[in-house]
């Protein structure tokens, strides 16, 4: 279990900072009460995760030796994409085209619900912005992955953990720290981290 969690504290964490739920997160701060964002936030990744180990329990009723595969295929995978995505990045800060998606999500938001700024206007708004911005997002596939092959629970409770310390990241000093996040290191860091798992995960087979 402690393996489980470890896992999934580390891919989360490391995958979502300067990811477009984390750049939803500041924005909403910014114009919003930061602690109701930060439940919003918080509670649309925990429902996201909760049904991301839901459906990878569901795929570990398949043959254990597929699953095995495609885990170590999934995670190989995603480290050489995010290690060429990263090639391809300028030593910029920040990815400009990620933050204007995120602008352009908060601000469809906007012309869709009421003007009211209630408290659960607020909670909703910051749950479905972030619910449908990661949904088939890859940290949503690699959690599902993790929960396929490995303890649900320790899955889940590492994985909102590392969903809960971004929010708190994003809501609390986004702004401040935004402009200095490093797209590109953080793209090689968790290409490398994909790799690792994808190694472990081949090892622990033989």
């Known amino acids: 279990m402690l393996t489980a969690f470890t896992a999934g504290l580390l891919l989360i964490t490391i995958s979502e900072l300067g990811d477009k739920t984390f750049f939803i997160a500041v924005i909403l701060a910014m114009h919003h009460s ?3 964002v ?3 936030v918080t509670a649309a990744l925990a429902a996201m995760t909760v049904l991301s ?3 990878g329990q569901a795929v570990s009723l398949l043959p254990k030796a597929y699953i095995h595969y495609a885990e170590i295929v999934l995670f190989i995978a995603f480290g050489i994409k ?3 995505d990263a090639s391809k990045m300028s030593a910029a800060s920040c990815d400009t085209e990620v933050i204007e998606e995120a602008e352009a999500a908060v601000k469809k938001e906007d012309l869709q619900l009421p003007k009211q700024k209630t408290s659960l206007r607020i909670l909703i708004k910051a749950f479905m912005l972030t619910f449908m911005a990661e949904w088939g997002d890859r940290t949503q596939i690699a959690t599902i992955a993790l929960a396929a092959g490995n303890n649900p629970i320790g899955v889940t ?3 909102i953990l590392g969903h809960a310390i971004c929010a708190a990241i994003a809501v609390i000093g ?3 720290i935004a402009g200095r996040i490093s797209e590109r290191q953080l793209t090689i860091i968790g290409g490398c981290l994909f790799l690792i798992f994808g190694i472990v995960a081949a090892i622990e087979g033989v």
């Open 157 to 159: 409770t590492g994985a």
């Open 38 to 40: 930060f439940i919003g």
């Open 53 to 55: 180990v839901v459906f």
């Open 34 to 36: 930061r602690r109701l």
């Open 174 to 176: 986004g702004k401040m």
């Open 82 to 84: 995010l290690l060429y």
